[in-house]
């Protein structure tokens, strides 16, 4: 109540300091995330639910030196990003379940020749066509396993607005790092949701450009070896033009220099050499984030968009003063998994609750594999709507019985 209101009012609003925030999507986010990382190429063909990413690029992009490309079909799209990539420039593309099916031979290039490349994928349920402008989350498994053979990719999964700018600068990082294929993996209902958030804090951004090779170097070197087998299975970079530092590149298999070979050596060395790159960046993978108490009677874990639901739902929980303490562990690195963090967790867990929106629980299927621990409890939802809290409340009261 405030003392002598104005006649006819007995309360007054009360001006109030509030930091200041952003109303974004998660569209949005990741394109801001892609110009803060130095992105200069940008292409995609326009599918659900990222299309409106695209018109957004295309809007603010240019302002920052980004080349944006409405490809004429979502193989053009992947080939001209590659193209891009080995030049030098930071590049990405953007597209859906449909669209990255006709990318799946593209994708084995950039794995071959070793060229980063960020894919923003966002999910929505097929198959085919299936539900396009609704939400899910069944596209886990295909990113992991897409293209032929096997060859080196790392999948991040933002739950946020927030997540989905720092992320996409996470991913340039690491793709330039590894040299290979980084997905930020997200779908429909962040894609397209408006949230309130804090101004992304660009001093936490820092570029890292891996092991590419300065002019000055690459104009001078000698015996240069493209694809060179390293302890740690990351070779220097060249760019085109470099004097000195000239390799051959094509989807052929090949040797340390880039010359086309069906040698046994040469290609169980390669094989070895791209698989060595994950062996190094799963020690600098972060735990997982733990919400709530550090020690609970239900632990939820999820990925991805569930984030907001659950965080609701441990909330409603807490003010209903509800008999049971529980938390939750969200990944947003889901490929390679935190494996060792993983277990450390979930053997300190007494019910566990998987939360996912697919209908064969991908998540706890990969977690089982690489873990050896079955999560038994799940709530998985495939109707194409996102999670409600109330729905993630009323299983924790179930399994808790």
Same mark, same amino acid.
């Given at each position: 109540?405030?003392?002598?209101?104005?006649?006819?009012?007995?309360?007054?609003?009360?001006?109030? *300091?509030?930091?200041?925030?952003?109303? +974004? *999507?998660?569209?949005?986010?990741?394109?801001?995330?892609? +110009?803060?990382?130095?992105?200069?190429?940008?292409?995609?063909?326009?599918? =659900?639910?990222?299309?409106?990413?695209?018109?957004?690029?295309?809007?603010?992009?240019?302002?920052?030196?980004?080349?944006?490309?409405?490809?004429?079909?979502?193989?053009?799209?992947? %080939?001209?990003?590659?193209?891009?990539?080995?030049?030098?420039?930071?590049?990405?593309?953007?597209?859906?379940?449909?669209?990255?099916?006709?990318?799946?031979?593209?994708?084995?290039? $950039?794995?071959?020749?070793? =060229?980063?490349?960020?894919?923003?994928?966002?999910?929505?349920?097929?198959?085919?066509?299936?539900?396009?402008?609704?939400?899910?989350?069944?596209?886990?498994?295909?990113?992991?396993?897409?293209?032929?053979?096997?060859?080196?990719?790392?999948?991040?999964?933002?739950?946020?607005?927030?997540?989905?700018?720092?992320?996409?600068?996470?991913?340039? %990082?690491?793709?330039?790092?590894?040299?290979?294929?980084?997905?930020?993996?997200?779908?429909?209902?962040?894609?397209?949701?408006?949230?309130? $958030?804090?101004?992304?804090?660009?001093?936490?951004?820092?570029?890292?450009?891996?092991?590419?090779?300065?002019?000055?170097?690459?104009?001078?070197?000698?015996?240069?070896?493209?694809?060179?087998? =390293?302890?740690?299975?990351?070779?220097?970079?060249?760019?085109?033009?470099?004097?000195?530092?000239?390799?051959?590149?094509?989807?052929?298999?090949?040797?340390?220099?880039?010359?086309?070979?069906?040698?046994?050596?040469?290609?169980?060395? #390669?094989?070895?050499?791209?698989?060595?790159?994950?062996?190094?960046?799963?020690? *600098?993978?972060?735990?997982?984030?733990?919400?709530?108490?550090?020690?609970?009677?239900?632990?939820?874990?999820?990925?991805?968009?569930?984030?907001?639901? +659950?965080? #609701?739902?441990?909330?409603?929980?807490?003010?209903? %003063?509800?008999?049971?303490?529980?938390?939750?562990?969200?990944? %947003?690195?889901?490929?390679?998994?935190?494996?060792?963090?993983?277990?450390?967790?979930?053997?300190?867990? #007494?019910?566990?609750?998987?939360?996912?929106?697919?209908?064969?629980?991908?998540? $706890?299927?990969?977690?089982?594999?690489?873990?050896?621990?079955?999560?038994?409890?799940?709530?998985?939802?495939?109707?194409?709507?996102?999670?409600?809290?109330?729905?993630?409340?009323?299983?924790?009261?179930?399994?808790? +019985?």
């Amino acid at each position: 109540m405030v003392k002598n209101p104005p006649q006819g009012f007995d309360r007054k609003l009360i001006k109030r *300091t509030a930091q200041p925030k952003i109303v +974004i *999507t998660g569209n949005e986010a990741y394109v801001l995330g892609a +110009i803060a990382s130095g992105c200069k190429f940008y292409a995609a063909y326009p599918m =659900t639910p990222m299309a409106a990413a695209l018109v957004y690029m295309a809007e603010v992009g240019p302002k920052y030196g980004v080349v944006v490309k409405h490809a004429e079909d979502e193989i053009s799209v992947i %080939n001209m990003a590659i193209g891009a990539s080995y030049t030098g420039v930071r590049s990405m593309i953007n597209t859906a379940g449909g669209g990255f099916s006709l990318m799946v031979e593209g994708l084995g290039l $950039a794995g071959i020749t070793e =060229t980063p490349l960020v894919i923003v994928m966002a999910q929505r349920p097929g198959p085919a066509t299936g539900l396009p402008t609704y939400t899910g989350q069944g596209d886990l498994k295909f990113l992991i396993n897409a293209s032929q053979d096997e060859f080196p990719r790392v999948i991040l999964a933002p739950g946020d607005v927030e997540e989905a700018f720092y992320l996409t600068v996470e991913a340039f %990082n690491i793709a330039d790092k590894l040299q290979t294929p980084v997905f930020v993996l997200v779908d429909k209902f962040l894609c397209e949701s408006h949230k309130s $958030a804090p101004i992304f804090d660009q001093t936490k951004i820092t570029i890292d450009r891996g092991n590419l090779l300065s002019k000055e170097i690459g104009d001078t070197v000698e015996n240069y070896m493209r694809y060179q087998d =390293t302890p740690s299975g990351i070779s220097p970079r060249n760019l085109p033009g470099m004097k000195k530092a000239i390799a051959t590149i094509n989807s052929y298999e090949h040797t340390e220099y880039g010359f086309s070979t069906e040698d046994i050596t040469d290609r169980i060395k #390669q094989v070895e050499k791209r698989n060595r790159k994950l062996d190094s960046y799963k020690t *600098t993978i972060l735990k997982p984030t733990k919400y709530g108490d550090e020690n609970a009677q239900v632990t939820l874990i999820a990925w991805g968009s569930t984030k907001g639901p +659950i965080l #609701q739902a441990l909330k409603r929980l807490k003010s209903e %003063n509800f008999n049971q303490t529980v938390n939750f562990i969200h990944l %947003n690195h889901v490929w390679p998994l935190p494996k060792e963090a993983l277990i450390e967790e979930l053997n300190k867990c #007494q019910k566990v609750l998987l939360v996912e929106g697919n209908s064969q629980a991908q998540m $706890a299927s990969l977690i089982r594999e690489q873990t050896g621990i079955e999560i038994k409890n799940k709530l998985l939802k495939y109707d194409g709507r996102p999670f409600y809290p109330e729905e993630i409340i009323e299983k924790i009261k179930e399994i808790s +019985i």
